[in-house]
């Protein structure tokens, strides 16, 4: 009897399959048995002579070996039997005491079978020996040892399998191991049908297993295919992933283990599931069964005190215990919505530009360059811009340079100088700049240098959680990526900037840094105090309100759970049912800015409209659900009405800071028809509205008074002391901009 049965199973490598057998065949030690699987069209795979049929490909190159080594024992298998199939055709004609599995393009490294020997001549006869593998690209590249992380700090002898639970099986391929055949056939083990089959297989064995040991030693270089692996294919085989999972979690639900075994068994289980379940284009159809399917065998076999995993692994464990479809769904969708601007900045890549930003690095800071960027580039825009025309004013010496995302450079007024993200001197400004102001954040890149001052200046007062308070929301916390890097961001802010004490409070408590909170309110909202009745008179007109019409800005915020932008409403319906002088001005989310046009007759769309601002002094009235505009509005002391046709859903996905239809800024609708109602009768602009207007404006317009852009270049820019700066006029002694049409203030 050989010591050891080599099984290759050759379907579709025929170009490569002399190498995996001479792999075998060249080895030092050479007490071994070599099985080829040919492909066959007979139904029963049988052992026999070489294929008897003078064909090209596999079959004529085991014929070829068997004819010269007597060691060969070619067997047949037809290609409908799969992987597992050709497997188990060369477990019934092996005759060694251990039996090893070889891919047909892989290859048996050299001084493989000697150094299995010795190690299972120091163990003795255990069930499984467990090896180290190689992963080597195709073309080039360095290769990869992915099991020794698995290997790491087995017993030294052999051991049982409940002394290192977390080597479950279902992790490692069959060919990195080594199996005794006399244990395979008492447990009749054998390679599942259908696909994912080495995923069943080893956790069918390690399941099976009592004595078991580790060799430290790579025996295997799994040679990868430059189209990947047939299992990434894209088709109906993905579902069979879950049939190798039940088959698994099923047969230890019947041994009855502990859940220090069934615990990391149900997470690297559950770890491959989730790779499929979160590609949907690997299933084309039938996504949506999968999903409910692993939902299913989740609850039904999640061991009683499992821990989740942390990190967004442990989101994704969170929705597929819950059955949240949709939300899982929507997780890439959210993805590209809200990371997608910040994707796109680039960290230096390229060697040449990596040295130059080194040597810049390495030159002195300017003292007179102030590096200004908005919503990730998307142009001249928010606070960013206002404080950048104030220092034009206030701060002369100060050269500004705004960055912009390629393809938006028309968007730049042509006074204002500019740098597209990723170019030479975008890297290059940052390197040297002493100022940097942004209302998102800068790339990951970026080094924060000694000197220089960092200023955050945010883009809105926050209603939904933001920062670490994210954590706890699923479907929010997916998108936001690495809260570790997110503070490592906020580390490098020096000032951050508070409309309101409100705001204050909650960065602190979903940003925690060392920097200094700047409470001189938004310098995008001076313009709300600033502008004049001809100023308003001329934005409408550039906008094409009509004369004479009731301007109503209509700005739902974006949604976490949807993946594109959803007006929530029926403009065209709400404008016939709210009065005939209604007109509606429509802003979405800036994350469905695409420059196009959702527009009619009496439908503006300004969601490509450059300033906010400007959009919300043409309104004479505003109507939003959730977004954090109602706060910048309230300056205006203009009516605005809360459309929550959704805000428990709302509340539940994205979290919240407040209960905002206990605490509104005016009338609240649930219906579009209540919406419609309050134009019409008037309510929306009515007494108590104006009541609740009033109290709003006292939480959140604290800091807004026409000079916190003022305030930020004296303190930031000039280096003058906080005392210095002007203070912050009263709310009572502020004039908001006048509206087009006559109003009731607060």
């Known amino acids: 009897m050989p010591r050891f049965s080599i099984i290759v199973p050759s379907h579709g490598v025929a170009g490569r399959l002399s190498q995996a057998l001479d792999s075998v065949l060249g080895q030092s030690f050479g007490d071994l048995q070599l099985i080829p699987v040919c492909d066959a069209p007979d139904t029963p795979a049988e052992e026999g002579p070489p294929c008897p049929r003078a064909a090209e490909g596999a079959e004529e190159v085991a014929a070829g070996y068997a004819g010269r080594d007597s060691r060969v024992t070619p067997v047949h298998s037809p290609p409908s039997a799969g992987l597992s199939g050709a497997r188990n055709a060369g477990m019934r004609a092996a005759t060694g005491a251990y039996v090893l599995f070889l891919d047909g393009d892989d290859l048996l490294l050299p001084g493989a079978l000697a ?215 929507c997780l890439r969708g959210a993805n590209q919505a809200a990371g997608g601007a910040a994707g796109r900045l680039p960290r230096p890549r390229m060697l040449r530009t990596r040295l130059r930003y080194a040597r810049d690095l390495r030159r002195p800071l ?224 800036y994350f469905y800015d695409r420059g196009g046009s959702r527009g009619s007759d009496r439908i503006i769309d300004v969601t490509a409209h450059r300033s906010s601002e400007d959009v919300c002094l043409a309104a004479d009235a505003l109507v939003t659900d959730y977004s954090s505009i109602m706060f910048d509005y309230a300056n205006l002391d203009r009516p605005i009405v809360v459309y929550a046709d959704d805000w428990e859903v709302y509340q539940e996905t994205r979290g919240v800071y407040f209960d905002l239809p206990a605490e509104p800024p005016g009338v609240v609708a649930r219906t579009p028809g209540e919406l419609a109602a309050v134009f019409r009768d008037g309510s929306y602009a009515g007494p108590e509205a104006g009541a609740l207007r009033a109290a709003f404006r006292t939480r959140f317009c604290q800091f807004d008074d026409g000079r916190a852009a003022e305030r930020v270049v004296r303190r930031v820019l000039l280096g003058e002391p906080p005392e210095a700066v002007p203070p912050v006029i009263p709310l009572a002694e502020r004039i908001p901009a006048p509206a087009a049409a006559t109003l009731v203030r607060s």
Not at 419 to 429: M, N
Not at 573 to 583: L, M, R, S, T
Request: aromatic fraction near 10%.
């Open 366 to 589: 300017d003292p007179n360059l102030a590096v200004y960027c908005a919503y990730w580039g998307r142009g001249y825009t928010c606070n960013p811009a206002a404080i950048h025309a104030k220092a034009r004013e206030l701060a002369p010496h100060i050269r500004s340079v705004f960055l912009v995302e390629p393809g938006r450079e028309h968007t730049m007024p042509k006074d204002v100088e500019y740098a597209v993200i990723g170019s030479h001197r975008y890297w290059e400004v940052l390197a040297r700049a002493t100022y940097l102001v942004n209302n998102a954040n800068f790339a990951e890149g970026v080094v924060k240098r000694p000197g220089s001052v960092h200023l955050q200046t945010q883009h809105g007062t926050p209603l939904k959680k933001m920062g670490v308070d994210q954590s706890t929301y699923p479907v929010v916390a997916a998108q936001s990526g690495s809260f570790t890097k997110l503070l490592g961001r906020v580390d490098r802010w020096d000032f951050n900037l508070s409309a309101n004490r409100h705001s204050t409070q909650m960065w602190e408590r979903a940003f925690p840094g060392s920097y200094e909170q700047l409470e001189y309110g938004y310098p995008r909202n001076d313009v709300y105090y600033t502008a004049t009745a001809d100023d308003v008179a001329r934005i409408r007109r550039d906008l094409g309100v009509p004369e004479g019409s009731t301007a109503v800005l209509y700005a739902p915020t974006h949604r976490d759970h949807h993946t594109g932008f959803e007006s929530g409403l029926d403009l065209e319906a709400f404008c016939e049912a709210a009065g005939e002088d209604v007109v509606v001005l429509l802003r979405a989310h």
């Open 115 to 329: 150094a299995l020997d010795a190690r299972l001549a120091e163990t003795g006869d255990v069930d499984v020996l467990y090896t180290e593998h190689e992963r080597a690209p195709w073309w080039e590249g360095e290769p990869t040892n992915p099991a020794a992380p698995l290997l790491t700090g087995a017993p030294e002898g052999a051991f049982a399998p409940a002394a290192l639970p977390r080597l479950t099986g279902v992790q490692l391929p069959a060919w990195s191991a080594v199996y005794r055949r006399a244990f395979l056939t008492e447990h009749r083990l054998l390679f599942p049908e259908g696909h994912f089959t080495d995923l069943g297989w080893g956790g069918l064995v390690t399941l099976a297993a009592e004595r078991t040991a580790v060799l430290r030693r790579t025996v295997v270089r799994h040679r990868l295919r430059r189209q990947g692996s047939r299992l990434n294919l894209p088709g109906p085989h993905q579902h069979a992933l879950l049939d190798q999972a039940e088959r698994v979690l099923a047969r230890a639900a019947e041994l009855g283990l502990p859940v220090e075994r069934t615990g990391p068994l149900f997470d690297q289980v559950f770890a491959v599931v989730l790779k499929t379940a979160s590609r949907p284009e690997r299933l084309l159809s039938g996504h949506r069964a999968f999903f409910r399917r692993a939902a299913r065998l989740y609850r039904r076999h999640r061991p009683a005190g499992h821990q989740l995993p942390g990190g967004s692994v442990g989101v994704q464990h969170r929705l597929l215990a819950a059955g949240a479809y949709t939300a899982f769904r």
